[in-house]
């Protein structure tokens, strides 16, 4: 039988981080999350499958939020011009990616990116990234405590994921969160989108907004993902994602005659 509610899952960690900067969890060292899968094995799908998903009121309000704040920068959807708005709970996660796909559309990367970063700075009050930097200071207890909030947080966007031990600076810190299938990279299919409209402006707002370094090592042969809180991310050019090809298969405006996914290029 399927998962049809939320319930708390489990996930062990099985595989170490790339390019040596993930260690094993600690002993009972997992956490704990609300997961709202809806597949048999309370698992992501395998890859090439998408995951099925329950969303409740908490992943929908937002969906929502996010969705109409980019709709103000994404192209027109002809197929809803005859159709009314949608309303609070109408947008459902394939309408959210819908919107960030078509806020890509006739911008550059680096027009992408600051979308995303005008969208997030709309949902935050007057003064508040100062404010955070005070309250949250680099140090290991402010990347930990980052960690820890990031997997019920983020879970409506990424879905399941678990908070690892990572190397800092030579020294071991609970501070990565390990994103076991990016529910935003299954669902676009698109290398571009997931770097472009996540990776990038969540890093750079971490770092540069919040003055709180974090570092996103997407793994785009099973779609997980690693959070590094506390690792500064390296410029765009020197990142092993700047080469990353497209999705052939899956990705719904791939060129496969590319080596680089073009919307990484320009």
Known sequence: MA???????????????????????????????????????????????????????????????????????????????DKKEKGFFDYDYDSFVDVSRRVMQGRNRMQQQEVVREVLLSMLPPGAPAQFRKLFPPTRWAEEFNAALTVPFFHWLVGPSEVVEVEINGMKQRSGVLIKKCRYLEN????????????????????????????????????????????????????????QPCFADICPVANVNSPVCPKLQG
């Open 3 to 81: 998962v049809s509610s939320i319930q708390a899952v489990q996930f062990p960690i099985k595989r170490g981080l790339d390019k040596g900067h993930r260690r094993s969890s600690r002993s009972g060292g997992n956490v704990r999350i609300r997961c709202g899968i809806a597949e048999p094995s309370g698992q992501p799908a395998p890859m090439g499958q998408k995951t099925k998903y329950n969303d409740g009121f908490f992943e929908k309000a937002f969906m929502t939020l996010f969705a109409r704040k980019m709709e103000k920068f994404a192209a027109v959807n002809k197929e809803q011009l």
């Open 188 to 243: 676009s299919g698109c290398v571009g989108q997931c770097v472009n409209m996540c990776k990038i402006p969540t890093q750079d707002f971490f770092t540069n907004e919040f003055g709180l370094p974090l570092t996103m090592i997407p793994n785009f042969e099973d779609m997980s993902c690693e959070m590094v809180y506390g690792q500064v991310p390296p410029p765009f050019e020197e990142d092993p994602v700047a080469q």
